[in-house]
């Protein structure tokens, strides 16, 4: 049974779907807590730790290249959204403003509202990952992450922090609010990094 809120993939997109996911009509919303209420003028996105501490504005990441992307969307709770259609700045411009200690591997993504998650710096710097702030065409809703989030494809979408205005750079792993509760350090749906072992 589909029901109201899964739909069947067609045959291009069945090999995109990956295993105990099913595709969800429309874009279901997922936080932990409340939507916290962001305002662009105060906006400000920090970088710190093991980086040359620093402080970007709304203005700073316009001025950097804006491009579209289309990205698939995997929630570890099974359900997936593909084709999501997004507008934003790719973290390796982004990177461009950053100067990264040596020593760094691994980052913690902070947001206003304080929820954390963890990720490997080489997973954080593929090509395909983005900062949104454009969903469909419109500016980003608040509900799904507005007024800017991180996009990362090819990991489990809790690691796609909403409303992130930080990132600080580790020399170890340190693990953010969901993989401190269970879920998988890294999170990669093709080979179903749902929970952690530990
Ligand atoms: N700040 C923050 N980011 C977050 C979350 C959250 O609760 N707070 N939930 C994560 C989870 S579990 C998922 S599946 C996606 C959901 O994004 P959506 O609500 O836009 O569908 O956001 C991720 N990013
Ligand atoms: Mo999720």
């Avoid at 916290?36 to 203005?59: C, D, R």
């Avoid at 359900?79 to 691994?106: C, R």
């Amino acid at each position: 049974m589909l029901g109201k809120f899964f739909q069947k993939p067609n045959s291009d997109q069945q090999d995109r779907v990956p295993p105990g996911q099913k595709l969800a009509k429309g874009f279901p919303v997922l936080t932990y807590g409340q939507t916290p209420n962001v305002s662009i003028a105060t906006w400000e996105f920090k970088v710190w730790g093991l980086a040359t501490s620093k402080t970007f504005t709304w203005e700073d990441f316009l001025a950097m290249p804006q491009q579209d992307f289309t990205a698939d969307f995997h929630c570890v709770t099974t359900w997936s959204k593909l084709d999501v259609q997004w507008t934003g700045v790719k973290v390796i411009d982004f990177m461009k403003y950053v100067e990264v200690d040596p020593n760094a591997v691994h980052i913690m993504e902070h947001c206003y509202g304080s929820y954390t998650t963890n990720i490997a710096l080489e997973d954080f710097l593929r090509e395909e990952n983005f900062f949104a702030h454009t969903l469909f065409g419109e500016p980003l809703p608040p509900d799904h992450g507005g007024p800017m989030r991180l996009i990362v494809p090819h990991l489990y979408a809790w690691k796609s922090a909403k409303w992130i205005n930080g990132l600080e750079f580790l020399d170890k792993v340190e693990l953010g609010f969901w993989e401190r509760n269970g879920y998988h350090q890294r999170g990669e749906p093709w080979a179903e990094e749902r929970y952690s072992s530990r």
